[in-house]
């Protein structure tokens, strides 16, 4: 009996190390470019052989050798479905579209450069005029307009969300989806696994998508024990496009936390801002939901390249818009690119606000150099974050920051989820992007830029609503934090090539 334990601890021992060997391999054939994270994972699987491996197949493994080498297939097969001859019949679409293409205002300098370097950093990407855009404050505003929208819908309806709550305001939309369903109107819903695991566990999606043939229901990427590592690359996107002619676009998911108190708990309210769409750029909205139906269906490109998801664009207002959908197989590092463009562009001042500050290094860095060159930098995150890790992270980034001359200011009273970017009163950005390690290079993430008309100055007048409802961090209070609380934020900070 005694042999055949040591037989069976032989194998265990020798099977652990094949394994840790492999998973080794695996770090430095992936991970060079990131050396502390590769040097971090590389001493969690050495020290801790089985959960360091169990924890690398979950949270480590990542990017385009991955889910990542599946979507870029599939943008290339969509790519290349668009010059197949079944686009014929919607070519007078692409032909009028392309007359919304614009460069930018030739006498500011400033807009000209930014547009020479995204078009530089991001060819696939188009600036398209004639788009009317309309901020939405927190889900008082944004859902009844969604509502609204939805109930006028006649053809098509495609909703796309990181969440989605099995509460009052998940049940009221997805009734409102089945209704319209059952009148002749295509829905289509893609939700993220890992965002929306409440509503799966309690069934929420299964309840409606076994009733009705025009309502389909699926998740972005399908995970399971083979594939752990998928939980890492996650669609953190907020889209609704009806009919190809309107969309909303931002940070607001679908959840009872994103409208008053009345409704949902006033300690897990949540403040967001979201965006009302009308306009050419619509239909770069409406591409970005289908090439990401076409993944999670597995279904070809030619079956949803069809006149009644690409109606003709028209003129709709004075805001030029550059859509901007970001994920490893597509466009990917794109959301960082244009915080870099940011960064490096900017000749009076850059505004940002994000629930989650934790970017590496190099971005922390070029945002004291843009300081240095005597451009504003205005840093709002959340007082109190949902995520206590995150803020003790970000506040480990406090004393670089400051004293490289950003100013930072935290958000009082709610959460703010609120995401956006403001340079210069010239350009804006906003969507589903943080400013952070895992919108930069993990998550599949959609934004948008804009420059000219109303909305910059709404984006503008927003931010100075926030400042106002914050309060400046000085550095002498960085300074004066107690041992235990730098212990803390140090040992947080470890966690930023994986938050």
């Given at each position: 009996?005694?042999?055949?334990?040591?037989?069976?601890?032989?194998?265990?021992?020798?099977?652990?190390?094949?394994?840790?060997?492999?998973?080794?391999?695996?770090?430095?054939?992936?991970?060079?470019?990131?050396?502390?994270?590769?040097?971090?994972?590389?001493?969690?699987?050495?020290?801790?052989?089985?959960?360091?491996?169990?924890?690398?197949?979950?949270?480590?493994?990542?990017?385009?050798?991955?889910?990542?080498?599946?979507?870029?297939?599939?943008?290339?097969?969509?790519?290349?479905?668009?010059?197949?001859?079944?686009?014929?019949?919607?070519?007078?679409?692409?032909?009028?579209?392309?007359?919304?293409?614009?460069?930018?205002?030739?006498?500011?300098?400033?807009?000209?450069?930014?547009?020479?370097?995204?078009?530089?950093?991001?060819?696939?990407?188009?600036?398209?005029?004639?788009?009317?855009?309309?901020?939405?404050?927190?889900?008082?505003?944004?859902?009844?307009?969604?509502?609204?929208?939805?109930?006028?819908?006649?053809?098509?309806?495609?909703?796309?969300?990181?969440?989605?709550?099995?509460?009052?305001?998940?049940?009221?939309i997805f009734d409102i989806l089945e209704r319209k369903a059952e009148q002749g109107v295509n829905v289509k819903v893609l939700y993220d696994r890992f965002g929306s695991g409440q509503a799966i566990f309690t069934h929420f999606f299964r309840k409606y998508s076994k009733r009705i043939p025009n309502l389909r229901i699926l998740p972005f990427a399908r995970v399971n024990l083979f594939t752990p590592w998928r939980i890492q690359l996650r669609n953190h996107r907020?889209?609704?496009?009806?009919?190809?002619?309107?969309?909303?676009?931002?940070?607001?998911?679908?959840?009872?936390?994103?409208?008053?108190?009345?409704?949902?708990?006033?300690?897990?309210?949540?403040?967001?801002?979201?965006?009302?769409?009308?306009?050419?750029?619509?239909?770069?909205?409406?591409?970005?939901?289908?090439?990401?139906?076409?993944?999670?269906?597995?279904?070809?490109?030619?079956?949803?390249?069809?006149?009644?998801?690409?109606?003709?664009?028209?003129?709709?207002?004075?805001?030029?818009?550059?859509?901007?959908?970001?994920?490893?197989?597509?466009?990917?590092?794109?959301?960082?690119?244009?915080?870099f463009t940011a960064a490096s562009t900017a000749k009076k001042y850059v505004w940002i606000m994000t629930p989650y500050f934790v970017p590496d290094i190099s971005f922390i860095k070029a945002l004291c150099m843009t300081a240095a060159r005597d451009v504003e930098v205005r840093l709002i995150v959340p007082k109190k974050n949902n995520h206590w890790y995150v803020q003790y992270a970000t506040q480990s980034l406090y004393q670089t920051l400051l004293s490289g001359?950003?100013?930072?200011?935290?958000?009082?009273?709610?959460?703010?989820?609120?995401?956006?970017?403001?340079?210069?009163?010239?350009?804006?950005?906003?969507?589903?992007?943080?400013?952070?390690?895992?919108?930069?290079?993990?998550?599949?993430?959609?934004?948008?830029?804009?420059?000219?008309?109303?909305?910059?100055?709404?984006?503008?007048?927003?931010?100075?609503?926030?400042?106002?409802?914050?309060?400046?961090?000085?550095?002498?209070?960085?300074?004066?934090?107690?041992?235990?609380?730098?212990?803390?934020?140090?040992?947080?900070?470890?966690?930023?090539?994986?938050?």
């Amino acid at each position: 009996m005694e042999y055949f334990d040591d037989i069976s601890l032989i194998v265990f021992t020798a099977a652990e190390i094949i394994i840790q060997f492999v998973v080794i391999i695996h770090i430095l054939l992936t991970k060079h470019e990131e050396s502390a994270s590769a040097i971090l994972w590389l001493l969690v699987v050495l020290f801790f052989p089985v959960f360091g491996v169990v924890m690398y197949l979950i949270f480590g493994i990542n990017r385009v050798n991955t889910l990542g080498i599946s979507i870029k297939l599939a943008n290339e097969q969509m790519n290349a479905h668009k010059n197949e001859p079944f686009r014929n019949k919607l070519a007078h679409y692409f032909e009028e579209q392309h007359k919304f293409i614009t460069r930018g205002d030739k006498t500011n300098w400033g807009t000209v450069c930014y547009n020479r370097t995204i078009d530089r950093l991001l060819p696939e990407t188009l600036p398209l005029r004639g788009n009317n855009l309309e901020l939405l404050k927190d889900g008082n505003m944004a859902y009844p307009r969604m509502i609204e929208t939805m109930e006028k819908a006649r053809k098509n309806i495609h909703l796309q969300s990181f969440i989605i709550m099995n509460d009052q305001i998940g049940t009221e939309i997805f009734d409102i989806l089945e209704r319209k369903a059952e009148q002749g109107v295509n829905v289509k819903v893609l939700y993220d696994r890992f965002g929306s695991g409440q509503a799966i566990f309690t069934h929420f999606f299964r309840k409606y998508s076994k009733r009705i043939p025009n309502l389909r229901i699926l998740p972005f990427a399908r995970v399971n024990l083979f594939t752990p590592w998928r939980i890492q690359l996650r669609n953190h996107r907020k889209l609704l496009v009806v009919d190809g002619e309107t969309a909303f676009i931002g940070g607001i998911n679908i959840s009872s936390e994103n409208v008053t108190p009345s409704v949902a708990l006033k300690d897990k309210y949540i403040h967001d801002l979201h965006c009302k769409v009308e306009g050419p750029c619509v239909g770069y909205l409406q591409l970005s939901f289908l090439r990401d139906w076409c993944y999670a269906a597995n279904i070809r490109p030619s079956s949803v390249f069809i006149e009644e998801h690409f109606p003709m664009p028209e003129e709709k207002g004075e805001a030029v818009v550059r859509v901007i959908d970001s994920g490893p197989g597509h466009n990917y590092e794109a959301s960082e690119k244009v915080f870099f463009t940011a960064a490096s562009t900017a000749k009076k001042y850059v505004w940002i606000m994000t629930p989650y500050f934790v970017p590496d290094i190099s971005f922390i860095k070029a945002l004291c150099m843009t300081a240095a060159r005597d451009v504003e930098v205005r840093l709002i995150v959340p007082k109190k974050n949902n995520h206590w890790y995150v803020q003790y992270a970000t506040q480990s980034l406090y004393q670089t920051l400051l004293s490289g001359g950003v100013r930072i200011f935290e958000k009082k009273g709610s959460f703010s989820h609120a995401k956006a970017m403001i340079v210069d009163g010239e350009w804006g950005f906003m969507g589903s992007s943080n400013c952070d390690v895992r919108s930069f290079r993990l998550n599949y993430e959609l934004d948008f830029v804009v420059s000219t008309g109303e909305f910059l100055g709404d984006l503008h007048a927003q931010f100075e609503e926030e400042l106002s409802e914050s309060e400046e961090v000085s550095l002498n209070r960085v300074y004066n934090k107690k041992l235990n609380l730098q212990l803390i934020e140090n040992l947080c900070s470890l966690l930023i090539p994986v938050l």
